[in-house]
């Protein structure tokens, strides 16, 4: 387990990253997906801990690092423990490209299950979604379609 004190390093970093870049905290979708994994999948939740002690908190405490794109990465990572699929950063005309760091700050990155059936995991969000990405939105997430 990652000690305290790097542990209280890498929150308050990412705090006054957050502060700094106005970029959306991410760590609420992340506590509910790491809720899902824990019923469904023990050893994937052990994985998902392990990752967030030995290669999350030290990269975001590093005063180099990208703090976002770190807790992005750790987004995806749990997308991908839920099972395999595509991750894509989307534009706000709407375009989806392969997930690709480091993501620009207005970009919507969602997990594509590789199961049709399954809605898509939220891994990053602006703070405002423009229409097209609020379309995608609805459509891979919530699975809605309106008019």
């Not at 939740?45 to 750790?74: C, F, M, N």
């Not at 490209?97 to 602006?126: C, S």
Request: glycine fraction near 6%.
């Amino acid at each position: 387990m990652a000690d305290a004190d790097l542990r209280a390093r890498a929150d308050a970093r990412f705090a006054r990253v957050l502060q700094e870049t106005g970029a959306r905290d991410p760590r609420d979708f992340y506590r509910k997906q790491l809720v899902a994994l824990k019923a469904a999948d023990a050893a994937a939740y052990r994985r998902a801990l392990a990752y967030y002690d030995q290669e999350l908190i030290p990269a975001v405490a590093r005063d180099d690092s990208d703090a976002v794109g770190e807790w992005l990465e750790y987004g995806r990572f749990l997308a991908t423990l839920t099972g395999p699929g595509r991750t894509v950063q989307i534009d706000g005309e709407g375009r989806a490209t392969d997930y690709r760091r480091p993501v620009p700050p207005d970009a919507l990155v969602l997990h594509l299950p590789e199961r049709t059936n399954a809605p898509a995991v939220i891994v990053g969000i602006p703070k405002t979604l423009t229409a097209a990405q609020r379309a995608n939105h609805d459509l891979l997430v919530k699975q809605a379609q309106s008019l």
